[in-house]
């Protein structure tokens, strides 16, 4: 949500910004991906950190689906594409009443 309200208040800097963010999802995709692993006493493959860090949208469900199979697997695959059409629905609510409420002041 903060980035959606970010976007709004300064459209013409989303270049700027795009890469800090981008990293730091990164970054935040490589610390769940080794704390999950740990949490569950799994031993993921060797480059699954780094690809869920650098292509999270392919590393995630590489990594799901090495590490709990087809089909809990694919239960988890599909509860997080559910969670990312949440996050997105949030930075789009965020986005347009940002928007909105500039538009009033």
Do not use: R
């Amino acid at each position: 949500m903060a980035s959606g309200i970010i976007d709004s208040i300064f459209p013409d800097y989303q270049d700027y910004y795009f890469l800090p963010h981008a990293l730091l999802v990164g970054f935040l995709l490589y610390l769940w991906c080794g704390k999950h692993a740990e949490e569950n006493s799994i031993t993921p493959h060797t480059g699954s950190q780094v690809l869920c860090a650098l292509i999270g949208i392919v590393g995630v469900p590489f990594y799901l689906f090495s590490t709990f199979g087809f089909k809990l697997g694919g239960k988890k695959v599909i509860l997080g594409i559910a969670f990312l059409l949440g996050i997105y629905l949030g930075y789009e609510i965020a986005f347009y009443a940002t928007k909105i409420l500039m538009y009033w002041i």
